[in-house]
């Protein structure tokens, strides 16, 4: 299973993005999926993290209120929708999905899927 995120850019602060990581393969099952991000200089991060259900969600304090994550289960998709950017949301998201079940889901370690990352840019 490959997954592919797309959809980051150069925004400017109070501007939104959607992200996009969509799976592919013959069979895909994942323990819920997440999204970090890593800016420059830092360690990776936890962003937010759906379950399986598709209905429990999770989100670090940092986004809490202006990031939402939602998934398209009949096109294998995890969406990560940015509100009210800002400068410090500058960094390469990263989607991730794993093949176990755990209850830690905001460590990177948690995770052993990823995808290839894309770009967000804020400027002020």
């Known amino acids: 299973v490959q997954l592919q995120a797309s959809g980051g850019g150069l925004v400017q602060a109070g501007d939104s993005l959607r992200l996009s990581c969509a799976a592919s393969g013959r069979t895909f099952r994942s323990y819920g999926m997440s999204w970090f991000r890593e800016a420059p200089g830092k360690e990776r991060e936890f962003v937010a993290y759906i379950r399986m259900d598709g209905f429990n969600t999770y989100y670090a304090d940092s986004v809490k209120g202006r990031f939402t994550i939602s998934r398209d289960k009949a096109k294998n998709t995890v969406y990560l929708l940015m509100n009210s950017l800002k400068p410090e949301d500058t960094a390469v998201y990263y989607c991730?999905?794993?093949?176990?079940?755990?209850?830690?889901?905001?460590?990177?370690?948690?995770?052993?899927?990823w995808g290839q990352g894309t770009q967000v840019t804020v400027s002020s």
């Open positions: 991730a999905g794993r093949s176990y079940w755990s209850e830690n889901y905001s460590s990177s370690r948690a995770w052993d899927n």
